[in-house]
Structures are given as structure tokens and as C-alpha cells.
């Protein structure tokens, strides 16, 4: 199965309606330039009311490990997703890791060689003023490609128009979406879009068995 991560959850009502609709995991942003950004307090909130088998991901860009780690520890989160220019000697935690990666073009893939640690490369769309939800689309051959480095998650401009082309196309172990699924607000979902997506997403991931 494709693993779907619903990210950027910012409130319990969009958190709550993404389970329902069934996506398997939750993104927390902790990166202060974000619109989408949540604070501790608030997403340790949210994810104490999950139920069970719901992974719950945090998302940091260029932040100081110790602060990572203690805000993984207050919220509960159970990934790492590391979003900014991190070496791979930082990519280290007792929780499993995802490295977010911004392409653009094949040659970005050599990045990867050097993060054999991590459990898997999130590809989103390179744009030199975000480090992400920018809701744009990249050369998916390019994630085919990743593939040969380890777990690819793919991000950048999927929605309930595009994602089964995209998981048909690319086969990834996961899917990412933020922009996607949001009304006007940027941090607020539009549940029909969520709903849209997620089984459009799942009915499509179950066409590859």
C-alpha cells in the first residue's frame, strides 16, 4: 500500500477528518516562517486525541537538534522529517527520519548517496523562496529515479485531480500533501478536497496490487 500523510495539521477538526477519510499519517510543521506552523502545546493537543496506528510527523527545518528532540519528546511525535539543508550527520534520532529533498532537475538525486541512514527521501518541488508547500509539480520521472536510493515519498503540487496519475506513474511508498487539500487559508483544510483526495489516493494505491 502507498502510505498518505496529510501535513500541515493545524487544528483537531482537520486532524480528526483526515483519519476519518483515511490517511495514515499526520504532518505537524514547527518551522516559525511557515503559515502553516503549530505550536507544541497545540499539536502534543492534537495528537493526544488521535487514535491508535496513526504515525504523527514533525517537520523542522535547520533546527538545532536538541530543540527537536524535546519537542518530539512534549508532543509525542513518532517521525522526524527534516525539511532544510540538514547534513547528514544531523539526520540521527531514536525516531525514524525522513529527509525532505527540493528538485528540480535528475542531477539533485545525487544528494541522496549521501543519506543512507534515513528511512526515506520526501521529493518536493525546489522553489528558492520555500522550503516547501509551494503546490507545485516537478518531473516525476525524477522520483522514479530516486527510487534506486530508498523509500520515496512524493510531494509538490498533488492533488485529488493529479494523485492517481501520480501514484500510477511513480509507484512511491508514500504520498505528502498540504496545499492540495486547503481552502482559501493556508493551514486550514477544505474537507471535501481532503475526502476527494484520500480516496482517489487509496483507490489508486490499490490498483497496483
Known sequence: MVRVKICGITNLEDAEAAVKFGADALGFVFYSKSPRVVSPDNAKAIISSLPPFISTVG????????????????????????????PPQACSFSQKVIKAIRVKELTDLEYLKNYSSVSAFLLDSYSPDSYGGTGQVFNWDIAVEAKKFGNVILAGGLNYMNIEKAIRTVKPYGIDVATGVEGVLKGKKDLMKLKLFLEKAINAAKSLR
Open 59 to 86: 517537520v523542522f527545518v535547520d533546527e538545532d537538534k536538541t530543540s527537536i528532540e524535546k519537542i518530539a519528546a512534549y508532543t509525542g511525535l513518532s517521525v522526524i522529517q527534516l525539511h532544510g539543508a540538514e
